[in-house]
């Protein structure tokens, strides 16, 4: 069985942003194969991230991105599985787990609302902040108790987590990585 970390990142947070650049090096030290998906060439904003119809949209696009992404490993059913993904990249990183009838671990930063139609119950491990201007906090909160999901929040964190102070932002980042290692 393989061990296999697949990243699928946010409109503007790629791999080598913070939360998925450190939980990728976390994950290869756990002896997972990386693999980084690429949702680049997309036409898409961060304020399209509030238009449910628009996302639905780009999560397809996405899924079939993910799908050419992963090819080369043929069929991934029997492997161990990990999804770290940022913002769309955690409905997309659920609604494909759904749509293939995978079971993975799922690491989401910044979740968006729509995770709820896709995400599993007890399925996933978000991390949120209560400052983020894309995605409802209270909401967040009511899916992951809805769901029975592990929620973490980053009390003042926006929508990439950080605060602005960069001594909090740090501690965060290590308490947030220390988190996903006992997910590892």
């Known amino acids: 069985m393989r061990k296999i970390a697949i990243v699928f990142p946010g409109v503007g947070y790629n791999k080598d942003r913070p939360l998925l650049y450190y939980t990728g090096k976390l994950a290869k030290q756990c ?3 990386l693999v980084h998906l690429d949702f680049s060439g997309l ?5 399209a991230l509030k238009d449910r119809e628009f996302l639905l949209r780009i999560v397809d696009v996405c899924i079939q991105k993910t799908e050419a992404g992963l090819e080369r490993f043929g069929d991934i059913s029997g ?4 999804f770290i993904s940022k913002s769309i990249g955690t409905v997309v990183a ?3 787990a759904e749509k293939k009838h995978l079971i993975a671990k799922q690491i989401c930063f910044s979740p968006l609302e729509m995770i709820r139609e896709f ?3 007890a399925g996933a491990v978000l991390f949120c902040g209560d ?3 894309y995605a409802e906090y209270a909401t967040l909160t009511k899916i992951a108790q809805e769901k029975n999901l592990e929620l973490h929040t980053i009390y003042g964190g926006n929508h990439s987590l950080e605060t602005g102070d960069l001594s909090t932002d740090l501690e965060n980042m290590k308490e947030i990585v220390d988190i996903c290692r006992k997910c590892l």
Request: no cysteine; glycine share 4%.
């Open 31 to 33: 002896g997972y194969e």
């Open 43 to 47: 036409n898409w904003s961060k304020e």
């Open 79 to 82: 492997d161990e599985l990990v």
């Open 94 to 96: 659920n609604a494909y």
């Open 119 to 121: 995400v599993r119950e």
């Open 131 to 133: 400052a983020d201007p």
